[in-house]
């Protein structure tokens, strides 16, 4: 592992609010790291905690404790955490770094894997469809119908009583789906509308719809958040580090469309498989929900297992991001 990898195993283990010297003894007790000669480590480990805060690196948050010290915790082991105490939580500074010199050899879809990598640290499934493999799928006009990908969150509820009770009341409150109609970058008006657009009608059957892009030109900030507000799609910036995404406008929700879900059941088999999966998963038995949600893990998207893995895949696909040392 890196120093970087081994702290997010130790923050994993640990599974609570901790701070940077229990984290330090995580890492010496499972020998995550050999750290050598180096005179303090502790400080080392809280400044590469400080890190994922400043970067923005969302598989990490923090709170402040009286006297002005902070501890840290995983994102995804937040469902763990008390209420009271998330009250806390900071604010995160994200820093946005453009890199002017780039290497525009990547492909549009490159890119799903580090989207698929984001919407899974928060909770999202995620699943490319191929319009390619549809009925009339070298139909040009498809891509006005076809999502890049999509997304299902299911409401995370702790105890068997309310899981039964909202299933009771209402099924489809107890999910959400969403489209991403995904581009490498947009760097002028008419690229923008045109992005924008096929995101509106391609997501008509979900309840969120998003653009998600590599790069958004500056100069296109104030139509980006005009086209928000009149038409509700939400829009992703996408980092080369996945965790480093982020969601700069948020989506509205809507309705399912059932008509236009049946549609596209029909013509592409697998989204048909998707909407199988979930269903599959909303009806499980209990005894059988493990093995029923580890299936519908396997068929979506795959996701990077550690920071060694993203920039590997990174090189490999010219996608140009901003070179981290390995400490």
């Not at 949600?293 to 068929?299: R, V």
Request: charged letters at 30%; glycine letters at 4%.
């Amino acid at each position: 592992m890196t120093l970087k990898e081994a702290v997010l195993k130790s923050l994993e283990d640990i599974n609570e609010i901790t701070n940077y010297l229990t984290v330090y003894n995580k890492i010496v007790e499972k020998k995550y790291y050999d750290f050598g000669a180096a005179k303090t480590p502790g400080s080392t480990i809280s400044a590469i905690l400080g890190d994922f805060i400043r970067n923005g690196d969302m598989r990490v948050k923090r709170i402040k404790q009286d006297g002005g010290t902070y501890s840290y915790y995983l994102t995804k082991n937040e469902q763990n955490i008390a209420i009271e105490v998330l009250n806390n939580v900071a604010e995160t500074g994200i820093i946005s770094i453009k890199n002017t010199a780039k290497t525009k050899t990547y492909e549009e879809r490159d890119l799903h894997k580090l989207l698929s990598s984001y919407l899974k640290n928060t909770g999202i499934y995620s699943k490319t469809i191929f319009h390619e493999q549809s009925t009339f799928g070298k139909d040009s006009n498809q891509i006005w119908t076809h999502p890049d990908m999509v997304g299902i969150r299911f409401l995370n509820l702790q105890s068997k009583a309310s899981q039964n009770f909202i299933k009771s009341i209402n099924r489809v409150d107890t999910f959400k789906l969403s489209s991403y109609e995904i581009k490498r970058e947009i760097n002028s008006d008419s690229e923008l509308k045109k992005a924008f657009f096929q995101a509106v009608s391609n997501s008509s059957w979900a309840n969120y719809g998003y653009l998600v892009a590599f790069e958004f030109s500056d100069s296109l900030a104030e139509e980006i958040e005009r086209l928000n507000q009149s038409f509700g799609i939400g829009v992703i910036e996408l980092n080369a580090n996945p965790y480093r995404s982020k969601i700069l406008y948020q989506a509205k929700y809507r309705d399912l469309d059932f008509s236009t879900i049946d549609k596209l059941c029909k013509i592409n088999k697998d989204f048909e498989k998707l909407i199988e999966q979930i269903e599959k998963l909303l009806t499980a038995e209990e005894r059988y929900y493990k093995s029923t949600e580890k299936e519908l893990n396997e068929f979506c998207d795959g996701y990077f297992a550690n920071d060694t893995e993203i920039e590997i895949y990174c090189k490999d696909k010219f996608i140009p991001s901003e070179k981290e040392p390995l400490v």
